[in-house]
Structure formats: structure tokens, C-alpha cells
């Protein structure tokens, strides 16, 4: 069993973990911090697949950019409504027949999969190619994406205001 293996395993027992710390803490600020946790856990993962620009637009962009504009909107919700938000969770038997139907599907999918022949070396740079695919085809995708993070954060600015 080579380092690498051992590697993914404790990240995946981290990201399980966290997952259901996102779905299961009632308190939506810590669900906040536990999503923080699968973000920087899916971070590991990308490094571990020798993927860096993935590595970098995922800590930036999801473990930096996001959560912080989540736990802003918390905060500001919060003091709008001027007590602590709880969520529940009621549908959770639902949930957990739906993510055993999801498991069974990916396990089936892997199980019909041929067996692991080591990695092929890649032959291009992938940094260049999805830096190429992102300024081209996908620009616009991109910056709709950054401009609807700021109006949600300038909503939430605006409904956290108070009249005075």
C-alpha cells in the first residue's frame, strides 16, 4: 500500500466526517465551519491527483471566497432577526435512503470499472488546457457566476440594514 493510498483514505474518512457535520449540526454557523472543512479536505484531494490549478481555484476561490461570504450572510442574518438561526433537519430518513441509493450506484459503477493499471502519464500540461477552456468557452459562465455572489452578498447587506 504506497503513501499515496493511505493519503486519500484519511482525507476520505475527513471528508465523510465532514459531510455529515455540513447536514447533521443544527447550528448553522458550525454547519458553516464543517463546510469549510470538506472544501479544504477536497483541496487535499486535488493535490493528491497532482491536479494544482485545481488545488488553487478550489482554496481560493470555495474554502476562501465562499465561506466567507456564507458566514458574512449568517452574521448579518442574525443580527437582522436578532437571534441564533437553527436549522433542522426533517427530512433525514429520506436523505439517508437517497445518499444509499447514490452509494449503491457509485459502488456499482466502479465495481463494472476495469481494474486499476497505474495512472498514464499526461502528456500535456492540463494547467495551460484548463486555463484555455476557462478563458474561452467558459468566461462568461465564470464571471455570471462572480457577479451573482456579489448581489447575494449586497441582498443580504441590504436586508441586514437597519432603518435608522
Given amino acids: 500500500m504506497t503513501g499515496e493510498i493511505v493519503g486519500f483514505w484519511a482525507v476520505a474518512v ?11 449540526t ?4 458550525h454547519g458553516v465551519l464543517w463546510l469549510a472543512l470538506a472544501l479544504v479536505a477536497t483541496v487535499v484531494v486535488f493535490l493528491l491527483l497532482d491536479a494544482p490549478f485545481l488545488f488553487g481555484v478550489q482554496l481560493l476561490l470555495y474554502a476562501g471566497g465562499v465561506v466567507t ?11 437582522l432577526v436578532g437571534e441564533s438561526i437553527r436549522q433542522a433537519s ?6 439517508a435512503v437517497l ?5 449503491v450506484g457509485i459502488v456499482g459503477f466502479l465495481v463494472a470499472t476495469p481494474g486499476p493499471g497505474g495512472r498514464p502519464a ?3 500540461d492540463l494547467t495551460v488546457a484548463l486555463g484555455e477552456a476557462l478563458v474561452g468557452p467558459w468566461a462568461v459562465v465564470l464571471q455570471l457566476l462572480g457577479a451573482l455572489l456579489v448581489v447575494a ?12
Fill in 14 to 24: 475527513v471528508l465523510v466526517a465532514a459531510s455529515l457535520g455540513v447536514v447533521l
Fill in 26 to 29: 443544527p447550528n448553522l454557523f
Fill in 69 to 79: 461570504i456564507v458566514v458574512f450572510a449568517i452574521m448579518l442574518t442574525e443580527r
Fill in 90 to 95: 426533517r427530512y433525514v430518513v429520506n436523505g
Fill in 99 to 103: 445518499a444509499a441509493a447514490v452509494l
Fill in 122 to 124: 499526461w502528456t500535456v
Fill in 153 to 164: 452578498l449586497l441582498g443580504a447587506l441590504y436586508l441586514a440594514r437597519t432603518d435608522s
